[in-house]
């Protein structure tokens, strides 16, 4: 099974960045009889010609996320198909492994939280200008797979902290998706493993927290140290130094202090949904 994984993802890396075959090959400095046995599963690949590969494709730096299933270290989840960027694939992992999940989000709705129409907005706005619909609608997707997690039985408890800015602004232009997305977050927020905190202004809480949005990931096992996430441009960061993680536990506790009680929540969303057209 995790040769078929690594011969897809390889596959679709090739084919996006848009060289053939023979292309890669001569690049790589590789028979193009090597690159088709490679993806199509017939052969598995030395490491080397992976990171050979990889960098080719612009992804060497998350060369170890694949070489980890050619050695059979771990077993493929769905965060491993073609169409979830190698970059977030990790992270998807330990999300999908997470007891508690922290998230704090200054300037949008994480993405646990967002209505489709949000998701897609949200993803058309980041990618580069020009990107296919088929892939805005594909990235859009994995916001919904990630998001099935919570309504399991034994699914995560999420703690979210927003901004109003974000929920003021967000990249929606039609009122009725405005509106969507706000009763969304109040239907959440009425689940007993979701809590929603909405921050008061910096003036007047006397702390401004400078930094990348981040997670912080709580496992069940006792063994499994948190680790942080920092959402940056390309991809999540995981960051596993117990100092930096525990800063950032810090950051989230003096947030939530600074924010309004969660019990307040469903007001603020109404006060907010009030000032909206629609």
């Not at 992270?91 to 646990?112: D, F, K, M, N, S």
Request: hydrophobic share 40%; glycine share 8%.
């Amino acid at each position: 099974m995790q040769l078929s994984v690594v011969a897809a993802r390889l596959s679709s890396l090739r084919t996006g960045c848009g060289l053939s075959m023979k292309a890669a090959a001569q690049t790589a400095g590789l028979n193009t009889s090597t690159i088709f046995r490679i993806e199509h599963g017939l052969v598995a690949p030395r490491e080397s010609t992976v990171r050979i590969l990889l960098d080719l494709y612009g992804e060497g730096e998350h060369a170890g996320r694949l070489l980890s299933l050619l050695r059979e270290e771990r077993v493929p989840g769905w965060y491993d198909a073609p169409g979830v960027p190698l970059g977030l694939s990790a992270y998807l992992e330990l999300e999908g492994r997470a007891q508690v999940i922290y998230t704090y989000c200054p300037r949008h709705v994480p993405p646990l939280l967002q209505t489709p129409a949000y998701a897609t907005s949200a993803v058309r706005a980041a990618l580069p200008p020009g990107t296919p619909p088929e892939q805005v609608a594909g990235h859009a997707g994995l916001v919904a797979v990630r998001q099935e997690a919570l309504d399991r039985q034994q699914g995560p408890h999420l703690w979210a902290l927003l901004d109003r800015q974000a929920l003021l602004d967000p990249p929606l232009d039609r009122p009725e998706e405005r509106l969507g997305q706000l009763d969304a977050i109040v239907l959440a927020a009425k689940q007993p493993h979701i809590a929603v905190q909405v921050l008061r202004p910096a003036a007047g809480t006397g702390y401004l927290y400078q930094g990348p949005p981040f997670t912080i990931l709580r496992f069940p096992e006792p063994d499994w140290p948190d680790v942080v996430a920092l959402h940056l441009l390309h991809a999540p960061v995981v960051v596993e130094d117990r100092r930096r993680v525990e800063e950032h536990r810090q950051a989230f506790a003096r947030l939530s202090i600074a924010s309004f009680p969660v019990a307040a929540t469903p007001d603020i969303l109404d006060e907010i949904r009030a000032t909206l057209p629609g």
